[in-house]
């Protein structure tokens, strides 16, 4: 339940964000976001569906080198 | 100069380590179900110098989720009108009944009660507002997966929604074993998206009251190191702090959001660990302003206190040792009889358990 996936927003409407990653697309929620001003093409680390932190676009290439290895 | 940790590789902290001169065998521990699947399938155990131990501990919320809670759950699906959802991993969990007897949710399932497998809270959103009857939101987890629960409550769910918490702060384990005057680690690897909601801050004690090396690591085998290396030379050179090697994602204060309404809908309160027993200050409650969706205010109580082995680890298990961290996996007497394919105890059920961790990775 831990792992965090490192997303790229597609698209926001309100508190939901249309996120891809790995050419994978979800709704994500933006709620516990709302200290954190958030555009498209940001980057966030989701976890059960709802973003909890932004990230860099270094941050989520190198997250997922390691995805594609380890997983 | 201190390191940079984002910029070294893993063969850079790894010379690192080498070149420390360590007096006597460390103990460093972890606490996350992710670190030690990082750990454990980059083969990190079999690099580092013999003289170091990684020791896995409380780092799964599904293995020391109450016994009694799965069994409220399993009973709540059984006898009422409802339809329950949890996060899959729950779903195998085996609670101490006789072998007759429905043991597990996914049992109960197979019986005909509705239970759905979730991966999201909003999922357990969008199947409340599809149907009339109450659904109930069977919540284990650490504070990763209990802020963004919370955090749905907030934003307001249907009526018919009701939570059965069964969250668990992760810092509370690791005070009760270095108050116990036996932790059983030298060195402290915090958890890192732990740290990321909740902020890095809430390790400080290790270092400050217990004078025991601590440091935030992601899950890069790169970061993993370097949080090795850092607890490492804290202790060589006699000097405890907080380290933070996971600095891109972990930030001070954690989510503001996210802890703001933590704070709005729930109290911390004392807490039972299965096969561990109450550790003070370690579970979410709801507050009684969310007793409209608190199922353990609206629906009848199942919970038995006559029921034989309540609260405990299966007959035989070890896996209360393994979430303190006193024993390895493959030290269970029931490792190899316990499986993925058939587990006995919680630690082979979910992925974040160290059992299954190491057979997965071919540890015998």
Redesign the interface.
């Given at each position: 339940?831990?792992?965090?996936i490192p997303m790229q927003i597609k698209q926001i409407d309100g508190?939901n964000a249309n996120c891809e990653a790995k050419g994978v697309e979800r709704?994500v929620?933006l709620?516990?976001?709302?200290?954190e001003p958030l555009k498209m093409g940001d980057y966030v680390?989701v976890?059960?569906?709802?973003a909890?932190?932004k990230?860099?676009s270094?941050?989520y290439h190198?997250?997922w080198e390691?995805y594609d290895e380890?997983l | 100069m201190k390191p940079n940790f984002t910029s070294h590789d893993a063969k850079f902290w790894l010379q690192q380590i080498q070149t420390l001169k360590l007096t006597k065998p460390v103990k460093i521990m972890n606490v996350?179900?992710?670190h030690e699947?990082?750990i454990s399938?980059?083969g990190l155990r079999s690099i580092l110098p013999e003289a170091i131990s990684l020791i896995p501990g409380p780092g799964c919320?599904?293995c020391v989720c109450p016994e009694e809670d799965i069994y409220e759950a399993i009973q709540l699906a059984l006898n009422e009108t409802i339809t329950l959802v949890a996060?899959g991993?729950m779903l195998r969990v085996p609670v101490n009944l006789p072998k007759n007897e429905i043991r597990s949710l996914e049992q109960a399932r197979s019986a005909g009660a509705d239970i759905r497998p979730i991966?999201?809270?909003?999922?357990a959103v969008e199947i409340a507002e599809q149907i009339d009857k109450p659904v109930v939101f069977f919540a284990a987890?650490?504070e990763?997966?209990i802020?963004?629960v919370i955090?749905?409550l907030?934003?307001g769910v249907p009526d018919n929604l009701l939570v059965l918490m069964s969250g668990r702060l992760t810092w509370p384990a690791v005070a009760m074993l270095l108050d116990s005057g036996e932790p059983g680690f030298d060195t402290l690897i915090a958890?890192g998206?732990?740290s990321?909601?909740m902020g890095p801050e809430e390790w400080e004690f290790v270092p400050a009251k217990h004078h025991i090396p601590a440091a935030v690591a992601g899950?890069?085998?790169e970061s993993l190191l370097a949080a090795f290396y850092s607890t490492l030379r804290q202790l060589q050179d006699n000097k405890c702090f907080l380290d933070n090697c996971y600095p891109?994602?972990v930030?001070h204060g954690g989510?503001?959001?996210?802890k703001q309404?933590l704070a709005q809908v729930t109290d911390i309160v004392d807490a039972n660990w299965r096969g561990v027993g109450i550790i003070p200050k370690s579970g979410f409650a709801l507050k009684k302003t969310y007793a409209n969706h608190d199922a353990r205010v609206c629906l009848p109580s199942y919970a038995d206190p006559e029921r034989k082995r309540l609260g405990k680890m299966p007959a035989g298990c070890g896996c209360a040792k393994v979430v303190l961290g006193k024993i390895y996996p493959n030290e269970c007497k029931l490792y190899g009889k316990c499986t993925p394919r058939e587990p006995i105890g919680p630690c082979m059920v979910s992925?974040?358990g160290a059992c299954r961790i190491w057979w997965s990775n071919g540890q015998r």
């Open positions: 339940m831990c792992l965090g508190y709704q929620s709620f516990m976001m709302q200290h680390l976890h059960v569906g709802y909890i932190q990230i860099t270094q941050e190198s997250t390691i380890i | 996350c179900g992710g699947r990082s399938q980059a919320p599904v996060f991993d991966a999201s809270p909003m999922e987890g650490f990763t997966t802020l963004p955090s749905m907030v934003q958890p998206h732990v990321t909601v899950f890069s085998p891109e994602v930030t989510n503001a959001t996210g309404h992925d974040e």
